[in-house]
């Protein structure tokens, strides 16, 4: 058991390493199919990343070494959130009661900095861009603890892997399994930067959020910054994964990993549709998007009470 189990928590690093680079690679592969395009190659990101950090950073002279520190941070407070993410169900390598508090100050932790980072440089860009990542993110940030209250009453564990990951065999579950991955869909294209919330391709001050908070990032440290954001959109359909996922990492390993695999490389496919068929939300659009999320998650909680009540 003691193998398995050191099996399954190398498997579950790996995943945290390694599909980001994939995700980011089927989402643009499928938005070239929708373009009637070949695309790049899966791993392109990752040879794209290994090329940045071989690159003398350019760093303006006004800048504190506070922007060079900003991006690794970052970096640094999503790998070790995705540890406390269960993305093979009811296990992750640091699980405790309650560490989905850590998981959501760890995720608010690295946006801090990244706003920090942006602002440090003194250009009025990327301050207005630090403004809307302060703003917007207010919204989503009830959304997941909602989503928790509703798991939590489904199957009464107190760390996040035991609230994903038993959630599937709670009564309650096959009536708001739906709307939860809908709010985790969401929560994802909030916290990776994605289309309709924002828009990865673009380079229009004006309309971007993310971006415009990393343009004088080069370098090293546009990579951290790129990797970051791929590691939260696997951190968020990890999630994903660990609530659909019927297998028992600890009874049935390989389908278990192979079901998570599976349901991240979906969620990657249907975030590439999703952004070659809908437009970018309007700026103005944006809080009444996210706040959708924050009232499906308040619903599910609601749903949940009153199910287990019947129950």
């Not at 703003?135 to 009464?156: D, H």
């Not at 985790?184 to 990776?192: C, T």
């Not at 990993?257 to 309007?282: D, F, K, N, P, Q």
Request: neutral net charge.
């Amino acid at each position: 058991m003691n193998a398995r189990l050191a099996i399954l928590l190398c498997a579950h690093v790996a995943i945290t390493l390694l599909m980001p680079v994939l995700m980011v690679g089927l989402i643009n592969r499928t938005k070239a199919w929708w373009g009637g395009r070949k695309g790049p190659r899966l791993l392109q990101s990752g040879w794209d990343l290994l090329r940045l950090l071989g690159k003398r950073p350019v760093v303006s002279t006004v800048s504190t070494p506070l922007f060079r520190a900003g991006p690794w941070v970052v970096l640094s407070a999503s790998l070790l959130a995705a540890q406390i993410a269960p993305l093979l169900g009811p296990l992750a390598p640091l699980q405790f009661p309650h560490d989905f508090v850590a998981l959501a100050y760890l995720l608010g932790f690295a946006r801090l900095f990244l706003m920090l980072s942006a602002m440090d440089v003194g250009s009025s860009f990327e301050g207005m861009g630090s403004a809307r990542e302060a703003s917007f993110t207010a919204y989503i940030e009830p959304a997941l603890f909602l989503l928790v209250g509703s798991a939590l009453i489904g199957t009464g564990q107190t760390s996040f892997a035991g609230l994903l990951g038993h959630w599937h065999a709670s009564s309650n579950f096959v009536w708001l399994a739906a709307p939860a991955v809908l709010v985790l869909l969401v929560l994802l294209q909030a916290e990776a930067a994605r289309v309709p919330v924002d828009d990865p391709a673009t380079h229009l001050e004006l309309t971007m959020i993310h971006e415009v908070m990393i343009l004088d990032h080069s370098g090293p440290e546009l990579a951290a910054m790129q990797s970051g954001a791929a590691v939260k959109m696997t951190l968020y359909a990890g999630l994903i994964a660990a609530m659909v996922n019927p297998f028992d990492p600890l009874t049935h390993p390989v389908q278990a990993i192979a079901v998570t695999l599976l349901i991240v490389s979906l969620v990657a496919v249907v975030i590439g549709c999703i952004e070659s068929l809908l437009a970018r939300l309007r700026m103005r659009s944006v809080p009444n998007y996210l706040l959708l999320a924050s009232g499906l998650a308040a619903l599910c909680l609601l749903a949940a009470g009153q199910l287990e009540m019947i129950g």
